[in-house]
């Protein structure tokens, strides 16, 4: 080696340079493998660090570059196209009698199918406990982020990338309503299972519409799925209407109800109907605590409303009521539905000291007799509504230890009121009359 000094030669031995007599600093052996060990330790774990933001969709591509120079390290993944568009033929299955053509043969387009089929299955088994999975328009939805469940939404919950090279879209439908159709047939399904909502996974055939789902494979004719979307899955059914005491649908709904509570009044706590269904809120004079929920059906002879029809009750005790009301009825519009969930209220009962207060409070400021009843009320702790027996409405709000009353002119100012200075206004405690 030299001296750093002189750049006299010296021998490995040396501590002093004997020319010039300068003192030799040298590099540790054992440092010197360490610190190249450090060094490509510290390469693989950035590296390391990479792919795991990358699987966690922290890095984009696109602004990534290699460590010696503006490359990047990997190129850029192309867009899947996943247009629907028709298959090569590459193979061929008898589905329903037909013979259909496959673009790969029958056990790679099982398998396939299969892999896909299962990661939709882990993602609904991962998330309807508390993210509602419904159908709309017959697809599969997650109504809690509001997005449809597509092939690019599973390959971020663990479907391989290379699946989106598939033409494959994800359909909930009831296997009841496929049924309808000559050339669908589910041999040996209980009559409880062809009313379950399931999941079909759909992919373009040149003769229609192929599915696959737990009960195996089926063909569909393109025209008749697409009857079948609009007709047993579309929510589209006519603006939403509110009706009271003047409507015929109003009356309907109310007769309804007391034909199995004859011996009781009806109190409609919220009622909404489009062209086809109706969503109703109520509850009856032996517990006006005690809201029930019905969804029903209008049913008319040559356009003229001739009744109602429950299509489905008990739903408001379940942890999600859109679930129970979708399973029963896939068409139905939930904008007809009110934006509190009735499971969630909490109504103060009538012998309650906050509820006594209230009749206190409005026998005090003279607005019903003392000992009497207003004709309906309904209240909170924060909050109530009350119609006296010359049906004067009061909008009545706590404030501190006392009750504030204000004349409204119906429900409908009342509800106006409510939702205009209300954060998540208790809409049900009023009666639309």
Known sequence: MLCDKCHTAMDATD????????AVQKLNRNWSRFAKISIITLIIAAFGAYIALYNLGMINLNSITDFFGSASVVEEMPVADVGHVVQVPEGEVN??????????????????????????????WDFSAFN???????YLYNAASNEFVTMELLANHGLDYEYLAEDVFILYLRPMDLALFDEISFDGVSAAQMGFLTVFLGYELPAGIGLFSRFGTQMIFRENLNHLLINNYGSNNGEIFRPTMQDDIYHATVGMISGANPDEDVFIRYLAVDDVHG???????????????????????????????????????????????????????????????????????G?????????????????????????????????????????????????????NFMSVDGWREWEQLMVEHVNSPPLYIMWQQ
Not at 15 to 22: F, P, V, Y
Not at 289 to 314: K, S, W
Request: one cysteine or more.
């Open 279 to 349: 969503f109703v809120a109520f509850s009856l004079s032996g517990d006006k605590q005690v809201i029930t929920n019905y969804i029903f059906v209008l049913e008319h002879e040559n356009d003229t409303l001739v009744g109602v029809r429950v299509l489905a009750t008990g739903f408001e005790a379940t942890q999600h009521p859109k679930v129970a009301v979708n399973g029963a009825v896939p068409n139905f519009n939930f904008g007809l539905m009110p934006n509190y969930d009735i499971a969630n209220v909490s109504l103060l009962s």
């Open 351 to 403: 012998d309650s000291p906050v509820f006594q207060d209230i009749i206190y409070a409005m026998e005090e400021n003279g607005l019903i007799e003392e000992g009497d009843l207003p004709a309906f009320i309904s209240a909170t702790a924060g909050f109530a509504y009350a119609v006296s027996v010359l049906g004067d409405g009061f909008f009545i709000q706590r404030s501190g230890d006392s009750w």
């Open 15 to 22: 501590t002093i340079c004997k020319s010039c007599g300068h």
């Open 132 to 138: 509602p999975i419904i159908s709309n328009m017959g």
């Open 95 to 124: 589905v329903g009698g037909e013979i259909v053509p496959l673009r790969r043969d029958e056990e790679e387009q099982i398998a396939t199918l299969s892999t896909i089929l299962e990661t939709v299955d882990a993602y609904i």
